[in-house]
Structure formats: structure tokens, C-alpha cells
């Protein structure tokens, strides 16, 4: 069974820096490209970010995190992080860890990252 | 980037009925369309991929169409589990996108 668990959210402050991790297992973890979505309270989801699969070569970023977020991933440990700097106020919201197959198919269940003073 | 808007955004429906959601892209995504499914506190899961493709384990009530600019996701019986917030997405291009939502609730 596909797993994905986040981890790494907390509260912090408005500039601040947050990593965020996500353990996969039950699939081949190096063969996918992986993403990561948010959702603000009460509001829709936003795209943040993937990674290819294999190295991770290829990374692409929304517009509204590009400068300040930085995906990775570690075949070794089958793990993708979301290394967050110069935290805002906007960037509040519960991550969602996900795998890309066939669209987005399998999801964590999310970490929350408040920013706030 | 893209702009994906769905309609509408709230939808009061009753159990057995027919329910179709729309999503227009605001240039062509061919047919890189995802519908997912989210309740509250939880995460999403997938509907349909490439437009029309269900999910494997995904009733079969669910169905999806279009191409382009112009998309709509279908409930055929709506079921008490179907009461949800359901979203669309587009993987054609960078950054991608999802509509606002569409929340089904019960009439």
C-alpha cells in the first residue's frame, strides 16, 4: 500500500525557515516524481512544486514560492523535502506530500505550517 | 499560467441525482485534466486523469469529458459519500493549476 507521512510543520515566525519532510513507501519511490500542494484554511489547493524522478533533475516552482522554496528528494531514505525560507504570513497552510503517476494519484494526509508572530 | 475556473462553486443536489461540474481552462490543455475528490479534514484523491480515465477503485458513477478548454466531471446517482468539495486540475503546462472548487451538498 502506498504510504506518504509528513512531517517537519510547526508554528514560526513571519521570515523564518521550515523544513518539511515526507517519508514514502510501498512503491518504487525513485521511478516517480513527486510534488507538493498546499491549501490555506478554508481555501482551495495550490501547486507548489515537483521534482522529476530518478536525480531529481528537473524542479519547477509556483510563481508565488520560486526564490524561496527549494525541492529535494533522497532515493536513498525515499524521502522529499521542502526546504522553506523567508517565511510569510500567506504561506500558512496544511502541505500535502504527493506522488505524480497518472496526475497526482496518491496523497499524504499533511503537515501544517502556521506563520505567524 | 493557466486559469482554471470551475462552476459552479456550490451545487445542492439530493441522493440519486445527476450532477455535472464544469471547468474551463483559459488556453488549450489538450486533455491534461485531473477531477479530485476532497472531504473535510482529509486529503484529496483522484477521480479522473487525462480527462475521461477513472481512477482505478473509483465508482463508476463518476465519469469525465472534454477537451481543450472545456471539461465537466459527472455524478450519474449521487450517493451520501459523494457530498464533497470536488476540484479540477491542469498538468499540460507549468505552474500548474486547479480550479476554486465545487462544494456538493446535500439539498
Known amino acids: 500500500e502506498v504510504q506518504l507521512l509528513e512531517s517537519g510543520g510547526d508554528l514560526v515566525q513571519p521570515g523564518g525557515s521550515l523544513r518539511l519532510s515526507c517519508a514514502a513507501s510501498?512503491?518504487?519511490?525513485?521511478?516517480?516524481?513527486m510534488t507538493w500542494v498546499r491549501q490555506a484554511p478554508g481555501k482551495g489547493l495550490e501547486w507548489v512544486s515537483d521534482i522529476s524522478d530518478g536525480t531529481g533533475s528537473s524542479t519547477h516552482y509556483a510563481d508565488s514560492v520560486r526564490g524561496r522554496f527549494t525541492i529535494s528528494r533522497d532515493n536513498s531514505k525515499n524521502t522529499v523535502y521542502l526546504e522553506m525560507t523567508s517565511l510569510r504570513a500567506e504561506d500558512t497552510a496544511v502541505y500535502y506530500c504527493a506522488r505524480e503517476g497518472s496526475a497526482i494519484d496518491r496523497w499524504g494526509q499533511g503537515t501544517l505550517v502556521t506563520v505567524s508572530s | 499560467d493557466i486559469q482554471m475556473t470551475q462552476s459552479p462553486s456550490t451545487l445542492s443536489a439530493s441522493v440519486g441525482d445527476r450532477v455535472t461540474i464544469t471547468c474551463r481552462a483559459s488556453q488549450s490543455i489538450s486533455r491534461w485534466l485531473a477531477w479530485y475528490q476532497q472531504k473535510p479534514g482529509k486529503a484529496p484523491k483522484i477521480l479522473i486523469y487525462?480527462?475521461?480515465y477513472l481512477e482505478y477503485g473509483v465508482p463508476s458513477r463518476f465519469s469525465g469529458s472534454g477537451s481543450g478548454t472545456e471539461f465537466t466531471l459527472t455524478i450519474s446517482s449521487l450517493q451520501p459519500d459523494d457530498f464533497a468539495t470536488y476540484y479540477c486540475?491542469?498538468?499540460?503546462?507549468?505552474?500548474?493549476?486547479f480550479g476554486q472548487g465545487t462544494k456538493v451538498e446535500i439539498k
Open positions: 510501498g512503491f518504487t519511490f525513485s521511478i516517480n516524481a
Open positions: 487525462e480527462a475521461s
Open positions: 486540475q491542469q498538468y499540460n503546462s507549468y505552474s500548474w493549476t
